[in-house]
């Protein structure tokens, strides 16, 4: 199991050290074989630690698979080895960077064919799997810090990997300088949580450990606030900085070149995140920059699902998203691939025809990003509308500023849409005339990608609860307690929200066809 991170590790290492002589001496097909075959292995490895934790008892499976590598720290009272971990949470998410990020890694052989750097760039993308892995498996805080760490390093070295282009590193510097502020949060937040367990002579870091002497800081406190508050603010404060939530969110766009009071503080900032960023992406002209606020607009509404208690249901989105978000992204890169280089979509148009498999799986990815019927999207984004409304810390209130967040976020993705595949070619005659589908090794992973964008809803299909109850050994009484608050609600209440987020939705895609398509309104009226 232990393999699962360390093999991407190795593949950054070997690239790191060898791969300018391979690429120079062999080409670059090596090169995409060590990034690729890595990730791919690791995949594989996922996928039996998968299926060796659904064999367990659901009782067993927290903690679930354990791999010590090697003692780390031992120093004093704190003892960390470099352990990991996998539980039903943790394999979710391994599956997730590996399948996806592999699929991301094959496209990037095509995409990246004619760079230089290629070598550098998967260097980069080997080490930002092995630092993901490291993040979600880590077996205690401090490794897991490490991992977070290593994201936010490998971050900036692929956003400003064309250094040679001052936006980039500027961009790059920017990412790396926001995340340092969350970051500085969540090593306080290590520390106090460490010092109050060592002052009771029960000092750890180990997850499972931690669980078990949660009990021991009922009474302490710090800063006028009860030591588990403050821990989970300072937390809180670093997990705002890396999902780019208000006040933090200023990065993520750039990067395109607990106890009750916490739990309002989280719904309030996930719903105010989601509110903004989407209101920002309605105006945006970029390809990719719309892309970036609705990422950081769909974060907020995980962070909106955690806030009212709905972490199942946030998770759910977190994977559904990943499938859609991914093939939107690859898609965008794909006309930008077509189009040499442009990005302003008011120079695009007319796509559709010139790239079918590109505008075909967007146009897919999209449906479910915007919570078209039986697709991924509506039913994650479903659940969480439901949970905002039923769930005892939301609200109606909560529940309208989403669905206001739904009728916009189908707005601007059809807004997109028509800009860039519909309508007449508005770029250059030199670019139409070179206008080209992406070759396969770009294609198979959209169609893969929109192919999960369609199906990976299903398993959280209404009322079965396959997903929630596949996470319900981790979030235990939380999740099933938000599942039985739900249920009492009604299942013709559930319909009605239901009904009426898709008729929102439907309006802003409607909204879209009349001023992108029809041209019967003009935006400049509004």
């Not at 292995?41 to 934790?53: D, G, M, P, W």
């Not at 070598?119 to 880590?138: D, I």
């Not at 050994?473 to 009426?500: Q, Y």
């Amino acid at each position: 199991m232990a393999l699962i991170p360390l093999l991407p590790l190795a593949g950054a290492a070997a690239l790191a050290l060898g791969g300018a002589p391979l690429q120079r001496r062999y080409g670059k097909g090596p090169v995409g074989l060590i990034a690729c075959g890595t990730v791919a292995l690791s995949f594989l490895l996922s996928v039996v630690a998968f299926v060796q934790l659904l064999g367990l008892e659901p009782e067993h499976r927290v903690p679930g698979l354990l791999a010590n590598v090697l003692r780390w720290i031992h120093v004093g009272d704190l003892h960390v080895d470099l352990a990991f971990a996998v539980d039903p949470l943790s394999a979710v998410m391994i599956l997730v960077v590996t399948g996806i990020g592999g699929l991301i890694h094959v496209y990037a052989t095509g995409y990246m064919h004619e760079d230089a750097g290629y070598w550098r760039f998967f260097a980069y993308l080997n080490l930002f799997t092995f630092a993901m892995l490291t993040l979600v498996l880590g077996d205690n805080l401090l490794l897991m810090f490490v991992g977070w760490e290593g994201v936010g390093f490998c971050s900036w070295g692929l956003i400003g990997f064309w250094h040679k282009e001052l936006p980039n590193t500027t961009a790059g510097n920017k990412a790396f300088i926001v995340n340092r502020v969350g970051d500085f949060g969540f090593v306080l937040g290590i520390f106090l949580l460490f010092w109050s367990l060592a002052a009771r002579g029960e000092a750890t870091l180990v997850f499972r450990e931690l669980v078990d002497r949660a009990y021991l800081l009922r009474s302490e406190f710090v800063w006028g606030l009860p030591v588990a508050t403050a821990v989970t603010l300072l937390l809180f404060v670093g997990a705002t900085g890396k999902s780019a939530q208000i006040p933090l969110y200023v990065w993520l766009p750039d990067a395109m070149a607990g106890p009750t009071p916490v739990s309002a503080l989280i719904h309030a900032i996930g719903a105010g995140t989601a509110l903004l960023a989407a209101t920002i992406a309605l105006a945006q002209n970029d390809i990719k920059r719309v892309l970036a606020y609705s990422t950081v607009s769909q974060l907020g509404y995980m962070f909106l699902a955690m806030g009212v208690g709905a972490y199942a249901a946030g998770i759910f989105h977190l994977m559904t998203h990943a499938f859609f978000k991914a093939c939107l992204f690859l898609g965008a890169g794909s006309v930008i691939h077509a189009m040499g280089g442009e990005q302003d979509m008011r120079k695009m148009g007319g796509l559709w025809p010139h790239l079918p498999a590109t505008s075909r799986t967007f146009l897919v990815a999209t449906l479910a990003l915007a919570g078209c019927p039986l697709l991924a999207g509506f039913f994650s984004k479903d659940e969480i509308l439901w949970q905002a409304w039923s769930s005892p810390y939301g609200s109606p209130l909560l529940w309208t500023v989403a669905v206001l967040v739904a009728g916009m976020t189908a707005f601007y993705m059809f807004r997109q849409v028509f800009m860039v595949f519909f309508g007449e070619c508005r770029a250059d005659h030199a670019t139409q005339h070179h206008l080209h589908e992406s070759p396969s090794i770009m294609t198979v992973p959209l169609w893969v990608l929109a192919a999960g964008s369609v199906l990976a809803g299903w398993l959280g299909f209404p009322h079965a609860s396959l997903f929630e109850g596949w996470l319900e050994p981790v979030m235990g009484h939380h999740a099933a307690a938000s599942a039985a608050h739900a249920e009492t609600g009604g299942a013709g209440l559930e319909i009605t929200l239901m009904a009426i987020s898709v008729a929102v939705a439907f309006a802003g895609f409607g909204l879209a066809y009349l001023m992108y398509y029809r041209r019967r309104l003009r935006p400049e009226t509004f």
